[in-house]
């Protein structure tokens, strides 16, 4: 969890020996609580459109033509099994989306060479970009030199290859990390202009949370960010960085003091910055944050700067004595004061409650949307998908009850369904 509210999880798993669904809503205190329904299951793998342009009423036996069948598999096998038809949809949705940044469709290619490219995915942490030109029938893939010896090497030997009327090159470009990358676009420059100095210097800096790298041509100036921390090898490692000169150009570190959203979002509600806080008091909010200790959850921090208040909103308090111990407690000049509103916390179950049932119903109403579970916060519903689908894309950013509509892909959930299907033998269920 990286959201420091309560959300809830509503999880759609397929029990196969009853063909059900079975919703498990995660509430904030930590209760599950279970409802089975006759649910069909949505999106079988008879009904639903897998990754890779495999059509909606395609059968297994189609399905399975991809890798070859496999009968009577064991757990293991069968999460062997769906890696592997994970893997073959996943080549075919990179093979359409680099075809359609080249406004081009598999049907402008031979079938070999659409299997070629499917092939060469599998060296994609060394690709930095492809180019398709349909004129001269020439498929160009710049690749950087990394760390993967062996990608380079395979990589190496499809230079030249012709497939299907279709010739393939390999054009090496020196590896650039995508930090390194990112500050380049950001100050307006090209890898050339950097000195080769100043790129071996920023490779060699390895300072633990690194957060961003900055350039600045005018004055000659390589910034790095980063978080203060009291590990005393890692402020050592800063004093070393800071302020070096390698070829006109000058090394700077600037720190700043790692603060979560949540806090951050109530410290700019209160107009302040995290530097106005002490250092103890940050310290005591990072061992009191959510999800570090079950005995409560905060559903919001709150400052006072003018009283030096750390107000915390609790939830689902399961230990009086850790919210008596907290209460009234001074750190650096600061008072920390715990609020519990237990009829807010009933009214804000039940709400989450009642959204779990309407999602629910949502995803039964809606079988095309290939949905398999939602997670929810007080701002955002991810809805995690078989299969993306232009249905279910068009969510992505609208609002549903008031929230920020996510919408994530969970292939690998379809794909062990497939698998499961596979290796049941009739009369076997």
Same mark, same amino acid.
């Given at each position: 969890m990286t959201k420091a509210t309560p959300r809830i999880i509503i999880v759609l798993a397929i029990v196969c020996c009853a063909g059900a669904l079975i919703v498990a809503v995660h509430l904030p205190d930590g209760d599950n609580r279970l409802e089975t329904g006759n649910v069909t299951p949505a999106g079988s793998p008879t009904e639903s459109n897998p990754p890779g342009g495999i059509n909606r009423n395609t059968t297994l036996n189609k399905v399975s033509e991809e890798v070859p069948e496999v009968k009577n598999m064991t757990s293991k096998g069968i999460w062997e099994r769906a890696q592997e038809i994970h893997a073959s949809w996943y080549r075919s949705r990179t093979v359409e989306r680099v075809l359609k940044e080249a406004?081009?469709?598999?049907?402008?290619?031979?079938?070999?060479?659409? =299997?070629?490219?499917?092939?060469?995915?599998?060296?994609?942490?060394?690709? =930095?970009?492809?180019?398709f030109d349909s004129q001269t029938k020439q498929v160009v893939i710049h690749a950087s030199l990394s760390q993967n010896e062996q990608h380079e090497k395979e990589l190496s030997a499809v230079s030249g290859r012709q497939v299907g009327g279709w010739t393939f090159n390999v054009v090496w470009e020196p590896y650039v990390p995508e930090l390194m990358k990112r500050a380049l676009k950001e100050a307006n420059m090209t890898l050339e202009e950097l000195p080769e100095e100043v790129k071996e210097e920023m490779d060699r800096v390895q300072l633990a949370d690194i957060r961003t790298w900055e350039l600045d041509p005018q004055n000659n100036q390589v910034i790095v960010h980063t978080y203060f921390s009291r590990? =005393?090898?890692?402020?050592?490692?800063?004093?070393? +960085?800071?302020?070096?000169?390698v070829a006109g150009w000058?090394?700077?570190? +600037?720190? =700043?003091?790692?603060v979560p959203e949540d806090v951050r979002q109530a410290l700019k509600e209160a107009n302040m910055t995290a530097e106005e806080l002490p250092e103890e008091v940050r310290e005591e909010i990072e061992h009191l944050r959510p999800y570090k200790n079950r005995e409560f959850i905060i559903m919001r921090w709150e400052f006072d700067s003018e009283d030096k208040l750390v107000i915390i909103r609790a939830f689902s308090i399961q230990d009086e004595k850790k919210v008596k111990a907290i209460q009234g407690k001074q750190v650096g000049g600061w008072t920390f004061t715990v609020i519990h509103d237990p009829e807010y916390e009933k009214e804000y179950k039940k709400e989450f409650e009642q959204l779990g049932a309407e999602l629910v119903q949502f995803q039964k109403d809606h079988p095309e949307l290939q949905i398999s579970g939602f997670v929810t916060s007080p701002t955002e519903i991810e809805i995690w998908v078989r299969n993306l689908t232009p249905e279910n894309e068009a969510l992505n950013g609208t609002v549903m009850h008031n929230r920020t509509v996510l919408i994530n892909w969970n292939a690998i959930d379809y794909a062990i369904r497939v698998a499961r299907e596979e290796a049941r033998e009739p009369g076997t269920g």
């Open positions: 406004n081009m469709t598999p049907d402008e290619l031979p079938d070999d060479v659409t =299997e070629e490219l499917k092939n060469i995915v599998s060296f994609e942490d060394i690709i =930095e970009k492809w180019e590990d =005393e090898k890692h402020e050592k490692e800063v004093k070393a +960085v800071q302020g070096r000169e000058t090394f700077n570190v +600037v720190q =700043e003091y790692y």
